[in-house]
């Protein structure tokens, strides 16, 4: 699903649309503007360093050859001070720990400007003070404007964070709709067994969140056409 959203897959029917756009209308350099992607595997760039890797998420809004000016340098450099990484900044990635260079992939996506973030479980990595810290940079991105889809497995943290949750069960959408409104919990407990049972362990849920200034309620902006 993250993949089709984030358009690095086709789907086999329907549309996926940004907005009022055609996904796969987009060139590569235009996705990048508008969208950042955290899967749980990234790309390995280990002979890079955090520097030039977070550096590296705005290179769609450079020219080609472009390494960025000094005021993207030191943009990218408060990008990993704000995830805690001031004594890795020049650290080759090949030595930093999984909480390191988890960290260091989402100081670049907070360093990218894109609107829109996709991320898989990016808190599998962290402990927990660097996951509360993340969740609150998510939300803070959403209440200026942005949007962030995102699956985790915890449906505490969803309750706690998000504004919207849509729960699949073997591939198919059995709920959606706000967060407040408790529909997950009761899906959760019809397709899966669990009752009244419920608890913090709960199988995955896809979340999507954004924030409007002008709006008493959240919505999602990508719309999906299946």
Sequence with gaps: LLHLLASTQEPTSGQIRYGERR???FSKRELAKVRAVLFQRQPMRLSLSALELVMMGRH??????SWGSDQDIEHARQALRDGELE???ESQASTLSGGELARVWFARMRYSRAPWWVLDEPTAHLDL???GA????????CAAGGGALVVVHDLNVVEQ???????????RLV?????????????????????????????????CSRMQSDESSTRCKHAVDA
């Design 134 to 141: 993340l969740m609150h940079a998510l939300r803070e991105h």
């Design 23 to 25: 996904m796969n209308a």
């Design 87 to 89: 004594g890795h900044i």
């Design 60 to 65: 769609a809004q450079r020219t080609r050859w």
């Design 175 to 207: 709920a959606q709709g706000p967060t407040r409104d408790g529909c997950h919990r009761t899906a959760m407990g019809r397709t899966n067994g669990y009752g009244r049972r419920l608890g913090p362990f709960l199988p995955r849920a896809h979340l």
């Design 129 to 131: 003070r660097h996951r």
């Design 161 to 171: 964070y998000f504004d919207r949750v849509a729960l699949l069960s073997k591939g």
